[in-house]
């Protein structure tokens, strides 16, 4: 280094720590290896495109991820969180998800559109919505889409609700006379009196 102009030395420091942290980085990613924060485990890609995190890189998604890996500690979730569910009944065009634990949840009506076509052979995942009104999140490990809801009793399950929508027949016109059939018009033969 004693031969080198002062701007060299500082470009030659800056490409060896460049390098370091980027060998560092491919050998010992610590979100796997530590079970950090994985940001494709943890958000759908509703979230990652909402949030912008769809259009970072892999190695900016992996320096955000050992970033938060060194500033936060993640937050104990219940065993509830942690287990895949299925849908077991989809209500009223998504309005009300039953699933396989018995719980029933009441879905947010701007999310109807995606619970609607939620099938009962998926699995969802629940989580926290930060939303006051519908506080969970079910997100359909099928599709990757999340829908906000709020946990409700089995109580509220009505009559109307558990009927299948059916197709709603054209109602009759009453006011409008049937035209009847035709007959053949028997003439009366006079009686004859046998006498």
Not at 125 to 146: F, K, M
Not at 147 to 165: C, F, H, L, W, Y
Request: hydrophobic share 30%.
């Amino acid at each position: 280094m004693k031969g080198l102009g002062m701007e060299n030395k500082r470009s030659l420091i800056i490409t060896l720590l460049t390098t370091t942290l980027l060998v560092s980085f491919l050998l010992f990613p610590t979100h796997a290896t530590y079970g950090g924060v994985s940001l494709n485990e943890m958000m759908s890609p509703d979230e990652q495109k909402r949030t912008g995190v769809d259009s970072l890189n892999s190695t900016q998604k992996k320096a955000l991820e050992s970033w938060l890996d060194h500033h936060f500690e993640p937050k104990e979730e219940s065993s509830l969180h942690k287990k895949p569910l299925m849908i077991s009944l989809n209500i009223n065009n998504g309005s009300k998800l039953e699933l396989t634990d018995g719980s029933l949840y009441e879905i947010d009506p701007g999310d109807h559109m995606y619970s609607s076509l939620w099938l009962t052979s998926f699995k969802v995942l629940l989580g926290e919505s930060g939303n006051a009104e519908y506080p969970v999140r079910i997100t359909n490990l099928q599709t990757g889409t999340s829908v906000n809801g709020r946990a409700i009793p089995k109580e509220s399950i009505t009559e109307e609700d558990s009927q299948p929508e059916l197709t709603p027949k054209l109602k009759s016109d009453k006011t409008q006379k049937k035209p009847k059939a035709k007959s053949d018009k028997t003439q009366k033969k006079p009686k004859v009196n046998a006498e």
